[in-house]
């Protein structure tokens, strides 16, 4: 059975930092381009952070650029998201994604087909 799961979510202070990671199940995934996804309470989910299989390329959303940092431990079958210098509007639940086989990096939810469940993240003083 293909499965994403994320943990590391909690709350933090702002200016604050924590690690979300993904681990993956049922497939192999460095053979899969891996995106994380928020979404805050009343908006629409959005792209934050992508990083292709082997090659280890990444893009991210401007919002979070130089704040957060997307790797990955293949030999554990891990995706991780650094945050560091969390803001309240990091507030959010993140998602994980595999991207589909046929695509790589990319921001739009349409390229990936396989999702976690989430796991919430509060930025509050």
């Known amino acids: 059975q293909l499965q994403l799961v994320e943990s590391g979510g909690g709350l933090v202070q702002p200016g604050g930092s924590l690690r979300l990671s993904c681990s993956g199940s049922g497939f192999t995934l460095d053979d899969y381009a891996i995106a994380w996804f928020r979404q805050a309470p009343g908006k629409e989910r959005e792209f934050v952070a992508a990083?292709?299989?082997?090659?280890?390329?990444?893009i991210y959303a401007a919002s979070v650029k130089g704040r957060f940092t997307i790797s990955r431990d293949n030999a554990k079958n891990t995706v991780y998201l650094q945050m560091n210098s969390l803001k309240p509007e990091d507030t959010a639940d993140y998602y994980c994604?595999?991207?589909?086989?046929?695509?790589?990096?990319?921001?739009?939810?349409?390229?990936?087909?396989?999702w976690g469940q989430g796991t919430q993240v509060t930025v509050s003083s």
């Open positions: 994604a595999r991207a589909k086989a046929e695509y790589g990096l990319g921001a739009q939810q349409s390229r990936y087909d396989v």
């Open positions: 990083i292709s299989g082997s090659s280890r390329s990444t």
